[in-house]
């Protein structure tokens, strides 16, 4: 299994207690700037961009095993012997499986608006109307932007996928920083559950789920609890599926 060196930004003194924090798909560590910055006061913290996202390495799959070696080759490359690990959306599916896989490594665990059942295929829609928008005529985010508002209407979803839209400085040229056709194929695998039945992390572990997301449900609880028997669980009332961006 070949690992990539994940791209990471860091906050905090180095000899504070690790925190490893994992974004969601199509996301990347500018969307964790805010929080990693409060935690950064008590905390070494450390915002990973996951294989083919932000300005980590492209790779041509997406597994599990893969995902999780990544982060891992990362903590073993920056001496973090034991961390606690915060992971939202697909990295809390990654953080999960990680724990599972690695316990004497994790500190502890937080999970932030997903649990271990199937999902419809994240983002579709928006892989759709990425995969359509014609980069090579571009001439400002701008232009993307009111192409991108037909399919996707809601104004801060789309800012979120346009914060994956690079242009290089020299021949003015637009690209996706993800690797999108990798990404788009893996969709399926990705919407499944990291975790099988009978595995179990007994560490400490929070859930963290939005009131108005539909990726937690209350009877989501006593499954989780059968992963992680430690599993306390916070409820936001007032937000969606990106709790740390909504409060």
């Not at 932000?54 to 999780?68: F, I, K, Q, T």
């Not at 508002?149 to 920083?177: A, C, K």
């Not at 609880?221 to 936001?236: I, N």
């Amino acid at each position: 299994m070949a690992v990539v060196a994940l791209h990471s930004t860091r906050s905090g003194a180095d000899n504070a207690p690790p925190v490893v924090i994992l974004h969601g798909l199509l996301g990347s560590t500018r969307n964790w700037t805010t929080i990693a910055r409060e935690l950064g006061k008590d905390y070494a913290v450390h915002c990973l961009n996951l294989r083919n996202h932000g300005d980590s390495p492209h790779a041509d799959s997406m597994r599990w095993s893969e995902l999780v070696g990544d982060v891992m080759h990362y903590a073993d490359a920056h001496g973090l012997e034991r961390f606690a690990i915060v992971g939202h959306s697909l990295g809390g599916k990654v953080a999960m499986r990680l724990a599972v896989d690695h316990p004497q490594r994790v500190q502890s665990l937080v999970v932030v608006d997903i649990v271990q059942r199937n999902y419809p295929p994240f983002h579709a829609k928006a892989f759709g109307a990425m995969e359509r928008l014609d980069l090579s005529g571009l001439s400002s985010r701008q232009e993307a932007e009111r192409i991108l508002q037909t399919d996707l209407p809601d104004w801060g979803f789309r800012q979120f996928i346009l914060t994956n839209l690079g242009r290089d400085p020299q021949s003015q040229q637009f690209h996706w920083r993800v690797n999108l056709p990798v990404l788009a194929s893996s969709l399926a695998r990705m919407a499944q559950p990291s975790l099988s039945e009978g595995e179990v992390y007994h560490g400490p572990t929070l859930l963290l789920a939005g009131g108005k997301s539909n990726f937690v449900k209350p009877e989501d609880e006593s499954m989780m609890q059968a992963f992680f028997p430690q599993l306390k669980v916070h409820w936001l009332p007032d937000v969606g599926h990106n709790v740390h961006v909504e409060d």
